[in-house]
Every structure is written in C-alpha cells, then in structure tokens.
C-alpha cells in the first residue's frame, strides 16, 4: 500500500525549509540565503510578521539597549546560561547594526527599551522581508504545514495541503501560542513534542491580570503612574513591586503587571492570590495622616462624598467610593470618626483586590515553556535529537520580561541558526 495522499502532492526541494514566518523565521531565512543557501519560508498566513506588525503597541520594541551580554542576559533566569554561545555571535549591537545598516535607524527610551525611530513596527517588518526578497528566498503565504515527517534522527518533509517539501535542513519557527490569531498556535510545540523532543507545556506569560470585582473595571483607563503593588499568597506576603499600574475592563495592566504575572501565575497555582496597592509609597501612615487631618479642617463642612477627589489620586475616586456606605458617604467631614479614618488611610495604603487568574493566551505578549534547552545545541541552534532540525524563537523554553528581550532572542536564535545552518 502507498500513501495516496503523498502521492497526489507535487514535491519542492530546497538546501534549507524554515516553517513559520515570524521574526526568528524570516531572519534565518534571510541569513541562510545571504550565505548562498536556496531557502523557502513556509507561512500560513496570507503574509508573513504578522505578529511582529502589532509589536510594542505598533511601535515595535525591537530589542533592550543593554550590550553587556552578561548583563542582558540576567533578564532570562535559569535559560540565560545557555544564551551565551548564541549571544556570542549575535548580540543586541549586532541588531542596531543589522537594521542601522538597512535604513532603520533605532532610538532607545526609558528602562532601555528600543524602538524604531520611524516609531512603526511595520518597517521592523518591511526590512525583514526585504532581507528575504535580496537574498531571493521563496515566501510562501496560504500554506500551513500540516505534517511534519521524520524517521531515524532526520526530518524527512514538511508536508502543507499542496505540496512535499523535501530539505537538507529543516528550520522551526512556528512561534508559541500567544495572541493565536496572528498565526502562532502552538503548531510547533506539538510536531516537536511528537517527534520525540521534551516540550514544556506553554501557559501564557506576559500577560495582564484579571479581576472580577467591578469596582476594578470601573476604573478603566486610569493608571497610577506611581504605586506599590504587594502580593499575597493565602495571607502572606509574597513579593512587592513600584512602578506603574493600569486599570482596565477586565482587571490590571501596563509594563509592571505583565512581568509579575509570571510570579503571579506560580501563586495561583497554590491557593489565593490578593493584591494589595499603595497608592502613596513615598508617604508613610503618620505622615499620610497629617495630609488627610489638613484636607478634613479645610473642609469640615463638606460631605465625605465631596472631598474624595481631594483625598484620592487621580482617577481613584470610585474606588474609595465602593468601599464606603452611602452613610459614610454622606457624612460631614467634622463627624468623621477616628475608625473611618484609619479604614480611609489603610485603603490609600493597602487597597486590596482578588486575582482571579489571567488573560490567557490571547491577551498574552509569549508564551512560556516550549522545547527544553537541554535538547538544543545553542552553538548553532540544532536539534540534538535530529540532525537536520533547527529551533528559533517562542518555540524555546525561555522565560523573560518585556521590554524588547523577546524579539532580541529572535533575531539571536534566527541568526544563528540561519548562519550555521548546513555547515
Ligand atoms: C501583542 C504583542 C506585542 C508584542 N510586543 C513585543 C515587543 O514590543 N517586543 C518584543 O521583544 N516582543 C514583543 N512581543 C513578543 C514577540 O512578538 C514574539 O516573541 C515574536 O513574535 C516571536 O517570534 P517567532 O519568530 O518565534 O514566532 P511568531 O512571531 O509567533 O511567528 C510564527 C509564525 O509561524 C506561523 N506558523 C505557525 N504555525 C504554522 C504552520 N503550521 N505552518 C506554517 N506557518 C505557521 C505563524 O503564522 C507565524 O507567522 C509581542 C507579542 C504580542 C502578542
């Protein structure tokens, strides 16, 4: 018996398939063909980046100006010893370099966070596939691959709907599983894990935090540029961060929160998880006392309900609001007691609001987990269980903050691979 469907399908050579046209895709792509490779990108998507257009807010934060490689890499935790020998050859100079000497100059904001001066993710994007079309590698669009075929410690073909890809070496680069609608299902993690590789099961990182109280959604839109967030598991105190915070329709957000929620996440898994915010960190309760006793004298007269925005930050006011009865509301400011107003002070101080879990996925910047480390040769980025596989990108188990760390490792792994591949 033959496999008719096999059969039916005409067959496509190259010296080196990637599969899956994201950043680490198109720049191994593009480096492979530099070196003289034929090389085909195979992307399902009826272009490729799709997720790299929507980077960094459209800005696309393209890398972290910090070019001490030891330094750079304490941002990784246990995956940052294994990132040298590929930081070796790639670093965050060699991007500046890389996309300087292609027109797009770089301009680097607050906590090293790097950007494209033309503030556009979409020419990331233009100059990535241009590499590709200077180098004449085949783009494919429309074309998932649906099958992965290996046998003996060597891919075989990469099958889609239409076609046999055969390939001296193979390039995986699929993605993780973060925003899915921008292509990255988590196609890889399944081929790699069925082939024989350890993945780690990907959850979603980097990602906002969800709350159900409806307090906390009504404060939508507010931000507290300023604050002190502490975490409890089960009543104890678990880790604090200051910085800034965003409310939004379904919980927390901004820069802060999405790399807590990592942390977060590992405390979900043991019981209950509760926030506690300060919304003055800089002040402590004796002083913060003094303010309020100031703001009362001056208003003695008034209704609790009227001074409040005297009382809270910015933006603040509903949630004060919804922690007070109408009573106490409508109490004037002279009959305050002592008991308010140490409830009133705590709550500046300890605002407290429940996790619920998070955004998943969809709402994710990466993924964590994926193919463990150990199983890759970071010299050059191969398979050690395959001898003609590459791996790049989200699809390696490698947990970091925002802040432009993620697509560095693209354009780390992506490169190395694209360079050593076929050697
Ligand atoms: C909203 C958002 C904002 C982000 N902003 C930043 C930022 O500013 N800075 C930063 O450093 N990181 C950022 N990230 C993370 C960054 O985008 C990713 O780390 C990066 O895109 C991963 O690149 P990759 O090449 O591994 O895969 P991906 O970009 O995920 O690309 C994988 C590609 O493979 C294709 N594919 C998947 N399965 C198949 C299949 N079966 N057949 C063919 N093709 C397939 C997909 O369609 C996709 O095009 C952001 C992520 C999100 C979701």
Redesign the pocket.
């Known amino acids: 018996m033959y496999n008719t469907e096999v059969m039916k399908k005409e067959k496509r050579h190259f010296d080196v398939v990637v ?8 720049m191994a792509a593009g480096r492979a063909a530099e070196r003289g490779l034929s090389v085909a990108i ?4 009826a272009d ?5 257009k ?4 459209r ?5 972290n100006a910090e070019y001490d490689n030891r330094k750079f890499l304490q941002n990784f935790g246990d995956a940052g010893k294994f990132l040298f020998s590929p930081f070796s050859q790639f670093s965050v100079s060699s991007t500046f370099k890389f996309f300087e000497k292609r027109g797009l100059p770089l301009v680097i904001e607050a906590r090293k966070r790097t950007f494209p001066r033309t503030q556009k ?1 979409y020419d990331v994007y233009a100059v990535m596939k241009k590499y590709m079309k200077d180098n004449k590698v085949t783009i494919v669009t429309n ?4 099958k992965i075929v290996s046998s003996d410690g060597v891919v075989e073909n990469v099958q ?1 709907i239409q076609y046999v890809y055969t390939a001296d070496n193979f390039i995986f ?4 599983a ?2 899915p609608e ?4 988590g ?2 993690f399944k081929w790699l894990e069925k082939i024989g590789h350890s993945v780690k099961k990907p959850s979603p990182n ?1 990602v906002p935090l969800r709350v159900d109280e409806k307090w906390v959604h009504e404060l939508s839109g507010t931000s507290l540029s300023f604050m002190k967030i502490s975490f409890f598991l089960n009543g104890v105190r678990s880790f604090s961060k200051t910085g800034k915070i965003l409310f939004t329709h379904f919980g927390l957000s901004g820069p802060l929160i999405l790399n807590s929620s990592y942390e977060v996440q590992q405390l979900l898994k043991d019981g209950e998880v509760v926030a506690e915010i300060d919304m003055f960190p800089d002040t402590d309760l004796g002083l913060l006392e003094k303010k309020l006793l100031k703001t009362f004298d001056a208003n003695k007269n008034k209704l609790l309900k009227n001074i409040i925005p005297d009382i809270v930050p910015e933006g603040m006011n509903s949630a004060l609001e919804a922690h007070l009865t109408d009573e106490e509301l409508l109490t004037k400011v002279h009959s305050i007691t002592v008991d308010m107003r140490k409830y009133i002070m705590t709550f500046l101080k300890k605002m407290p609001v429940n996790i619920a879990g998070t955004m998943g996925f969809d709402r ?3 993924s964590d987990g994926g193919i463990t480390l150990e199983e890759i040769d970071m010299k050059d980025m191969k398979s050690k269980l395959y001898k003609n596989l590459y791996v ?4 390696l188990n490698i947990n970091r903050p ?9 354009w780390t792994t ?1 490169y190395v691979a694209g360079d050593s591949i076929g050697e």
């Open positions: 599969v899956g046209g994201g950043p680490s895709g198109m195979l992307e399902k998507n490729v980046g799709d997720k790299l929507i980077t960094g807010g800005r696309c934060n393209i890398t993710a074309s998932p691959v649906l889609t680069a699929t993605g993780g973060s925003a921008t292509g990255s299902t196609d890889g980097v994710a910047v990466i790049t990108g989200d699809l925002s802040g432009g760390f993620s697509l560095q490792l693209c992506g």
